[in-house]
């Protein structure tokens, strides 16, 4: 069963287009930048929380008041 030339061609292309596309998609989930930007707000995000924002509230707080108290000791 023999292919026209033409047909053949809109074929190559097409895939040619579906793998350009599918480079750019990659492309751009592999951005490092785009890596670091989305780590960056998951870790805003967590510290945001009610929960760990006091906890790191209190915890900087006794360090603060542990290494005053060793100062004018």
Same mark, same amino acid.
């Given at each position: 069963?023999? !292919? @026209?030339? &033409?047909?053949?061609? !809109?074929?190559?292309?097409? *895939?040619? &287009?579906?793998?350009?596309?599918? $480079? @750019? *998609?990659?492309? &751009? !989930?592999?951005?490092?930048?785009?890596?670091? @930007?989305?780590?960056?707000?998951?870790?805003? *995000? #967590? $510290?945001?929380?009610? #929960?760990? #924002?006091?906890?790191?509230?209190?915890?900087?707080?006794?360090?603060?008041? *542990?290494?005053? !108290? #060793? $100062?004018?000791?």
């Amino acid at each position: 069963m023999a !292919r @026209d030339p &033409e047909t053949i061609q !809109r074929e190559i292309e097409a *895939a040619r &287009e579906a793998l350009a596309e599918a $480079l @750019d *998609a990659l492309a &751009e !989930r592999g951005n490092p930048r785009r890596i670091a @930007d989305q780590g960056r707000q998951a870790v805003v *995000a #967590k $510290l945001e929380e009610p #929960k760990i #924002k006091y906890t790191l509230i209190a915890v900087g707080a006794i360090l603060a008041l *542990a290494i005053l !108290r #060793k $100062l004018f000791r």
